[in-house]
T-cell receptor, first 113, second 114 residues
Framework: GDSVTQMEGPVTLSEEAFLTINCTYT??????LFWYVQYPGEGLQLLLK?????DKGSNKGFEATYRKETTSFHLEKGSVQVSDSAVYFC????????????FGTGTSLTVIP | NAGVTQTPKFQVLKTGQSMTLQCAQD?????MSWYRQDPGMGLRLIHY???????DQGEVPNGYNVSRSTTEDFPLRLLSAAPSQTSVYFC?????????????FGPGTRLLVL
């Protein structure tokens, strides 16, 4: 079945460090891939998405590239800020399946000044 | 637009009690879902709906009931609460747009079952 695996946390970085959070997926066909972010005490917010192979999603300095050959969608940011401290979820859905989203377990990021 | 709203924000129940978690959206989305979030397990789909009058089970439906009488509302009912249902519950909605659905989440309901 469809599934998402993302790197275990927690991750602690100093401000301005480079961030990578790994995400790999298993799915039939051509899923759409997402990164969601959850700030403390809040619901999930869409960070970025990509809907086909080789697409790059980007937002707020974060990027992720849909790699079908390695079934991956790793999240990167060149210089993290304290305000990026949150939990990050990788997710997928296959087109025309309605609400059949599959989420990873989440990776907690803490950025220290 | 208020987006997706959920009530209550926090609830304490005793084992065996029943309650309804409310969810509403004002974006005219066809799809709505309920998830539970537990430490180390990410979000798991409980029930979902692809339109008014249509619901289906997700990954962890046992102990929960849903109905969808209007496009806007999608309540989740706990029939007889158990400690295993202690969790944070999120409602989400999305539109049917050519297979590129993006889900919009509510702020969550934190439930404690004693």
């Amino acid at each position: 079945g469809d599934s998402v695996t993302q790197m275990e946390g927690p991750v602690t970085l100093s401000e301005e460090a480079f961030l990578t959070i790994n995400c790999t997926y298993t799915a039939t066909g051509y899923p759409s891939l997402f990164w969601y972010v959850q700030y403390p005490g809040e619901g999930l917010q869409l960070l970025l998405k990509a809907t086909k192979a080789d697409d790059k999603g980007s937002n707020k300095g974060f990027e992720a590239t849909y790699r079908k050959e390695t079934t991956s969608f790793h999240l990167e940011k060149g210089s993290v800020q304290v305000s990026d401290s949150a939990v990050y979820f990788c997710a997928l859905t296959r087109p025309y399946t309605g609400n059949q989203f599959y989420f990873g377990t989440g990776t907690s990021l803490t950025v220290i000044p | 637009n208020a987006g997706v709203t959920q009530t209550p924000k926090f609830q304490v129940l005793k084992t065996g009690q029943s309650m309804t978690l409310q969810c509403a959206q004002d974006m005219n989305h066809e799809y709505m879902s309920w998830y539970r979030q537990d430490p180390g397990m990410g979000l798991r789909l409980i029930h979902y709906s692809v339109g008014a009058g249509i619901t289906d089970q997700g990954e962890v439906p046992n102990g929960y009931n849903v109905s969808r009488s209007t496009t806007e509302d999608f309540p989740l009912r706990l029939l007889s609460a158990a400690p295993s249902q202690t969790s944070v519950y999120f409602c989400a909605s999305s539109s049917r747009t050519g297979g590129e659905e993006t889900q919009y989440f509510g702020p969550g309901t934190r439930l404690l079952v004693l």
